[in-house]
């Protein structure tokens, strides 16, 4: 068997028989990684409290034959405890992991999910805004291939309204909507009677978001268009993955 070391996330656990524990862990080196933590569920146990959701942690493994490897030593970096103990923080956070448990690859690195992942949990104890896992699934989307097209009409190229240089409006397109399948805002015409309805306030919002400007827009009071941003964002991650996040009902 193979020994290796690496630093992750854990995503989720199940039981396993009477006193194992199997442990889904997104590391930094290693992808996504499925482990059986032995004896975890024993009174006494040297880490079972160190192997739950949310923490970070620095882990040894075996890699055996079977598609499960065997944890065997196990240090926190950091509980995240601030999480579990806010059920509005804990109710996103488990969102963020389930999430990221549907697109990460078994054993296949993806250190860019990884310290994404870090850092929501981080920002979300230490400012819990709905924002963060709104911009999280916007991020993850853009992550994986799926960046949205916010500048023009996804189905026709029209461009926004613009002002001339005595402040009037030069023309252009009023958009209303975000087309799940084109992945991307639609004009008022063609987004009549498609997509799912967007607002001035939320379509800014996710461009800040999307254009580095998250930390500023955390910094605003949470309102209607934060709640937008989060529920398109659900919406269009769960089109892309084809099937519900259970967490979302959480949310």
Not at 179 to 201: M, Q, T, V, Y
């Amino acid at each position: 068997m193979t020994l290796y070391r690496d630093q992750g996330v854990v995503l989720r656990t199940i039981k396993l028989g009477e006193t194992d524990r199997i442990v889904t862990i997104m590391s930094q080196g290693h992808g996504k990684i499925r482990a059986v933590a032995k004896g975890v569920r024993k009174p006494g146990s040297r880490f079972g409290a160190r192997l739950e959701p949310m923490t970070h942690l620095a882990f040894q493994c075996y890699r055996g034959r079977s598609d499960l490897d065997i944890v065997n030593q196990v240090e926190t970096i950091d509980a995240n405890r601030a999480l579990r103990e806010h059920y509005g923080c804990l109710t996103h956070a488990v969102a963020m992991l389930e999430a990221t448990d549907q697109v990460a690859q078994d054993r296949e690195a993806n250190p860019a999910l990884y310290r994404m992942l870090v850092r929501a949990l981080l920002t979300l104890a230490a400012d819990p805004s709905p924002l963060v896992s709104g911009a999280f699934f916007w991020k993850l989307l853009s992550l994986e291939g799926f960046h949205p097209m916010l500048d023009e009409c996804v189905r026709c190229g029209a461009v926004e309204e613009a002002e001339d240089g005595a402040g009037r409006e030069a023309g252009g397109a009023v958009f209303v909507a975000f087309d799940l399948d084109e992945g991307g805002i639609l004009c008022a015409d063609c987004g009549r009677f498609a997509g799912k309805r967007i607002s001035p306030e939320g379509l800014v919002q996710l461009r800040r978001i999307l254009g580095g400007e998250l930390r500023a827009a955390l910094a605003e009071p949470p309102g209607p268009a934060t709640m937008e941003t989060e529920r398109l964002g659900l919406s269009s991650l769960e089109h892309h993955l084809e099937r519900k996040l259970r967490s979302a009902a959480l949310l």
